[in-house]
């Protein structure tokens, strides 16, 4: 079984990678070692009180985790990129990181899952409404990035436990086949 890797946190909030950070936020989403230089900065409206109890944030494509989080995963080839959340009344939290996937494969079963494809401009957007995985495409790697959708990250049943037993809060896992839209 394959799941997406997702989130949860206590109020709808997004936390926003700073437009004057150094690195384009989708250098993020290719696979590679980035090189930083500097802090890079993430914005939200507020720091609640709760956050540092959350494992994993809500953040566009690339994933903010705990170092409890980074600590328990540093066996795999991820990259853990500290960074400085910073509110609108200027105060800073600098305890979490980008988890940057160094794996991208490509591994969506392209006759099995339903997808939608709309024209914007000259872009193509993906919209992928049921998403099915091809068996045994990551390549006995436990978390990747999704070739096809690269704001998607695909984790294995032995990652999803791995979560579980240490108890990472904010983490949820959306089953492959799942989907939110009607039939």
């Known amino acids: 079984m394959y799941y997406e890797l997702s989130h949860f946190y206590k109020r709808d909030v997004y936390f926003l990678y700073d437009d004057e950070n150094n690195i ?3 250098e993020f989403e290719k696979g590679n070692i980035i090189n930083v ?13 709760y956050l540092s109890t959350y494992d994993i944030l809500p953040t566009f494509n690339t994933p903010l985790v705990s170092k409890k989080f980074a600590d328990f995963f540093k ?29 991208v494969v490509s591994c969506m079963d392209s006759e099995k899952s339903i997808v ?15 998403l099915y ?9 436990s978390i990747i990035r999704m070739e096809e959708k690269k704001s998607y990250i ?26 939110i839209y009607t039939e």
């Not at 939608?116 to 049921?130: C, L, P, Q």
């Open 37 to 49: 230089e500097g802090k890079l900065i993430y914005r939200v409206d507020k720091l609640d009180s």
């Open 133 to 141: 995985i091809i068996p045994d495409s990551l390549n006995n790697l």
């Open 75 to 103: 066996d795999l080839n991820l990259q853990f990129i500290n960074i400085t959340i910073i509110d609108k009344q200027g105060n800073s939290n600098n305890d979490y990181y980008i988890l940057n996937v160094l794996d």
């Open 116 to 130: 939608e494809i709309k024209k914007y401009g000259s872009a193509n957007i993906m919209t992928i409404k049921k």
């Open 154 to 179: 695909i984790i294995t049943e032995e990652f999803k436990k791995r979560c579980e037993e240490a108890g990472l809060k904010g983490v949820e896992f959306i089953e492959e086949g799942h989907s």
């Open 24 to 26: 384009e936020s989708n």
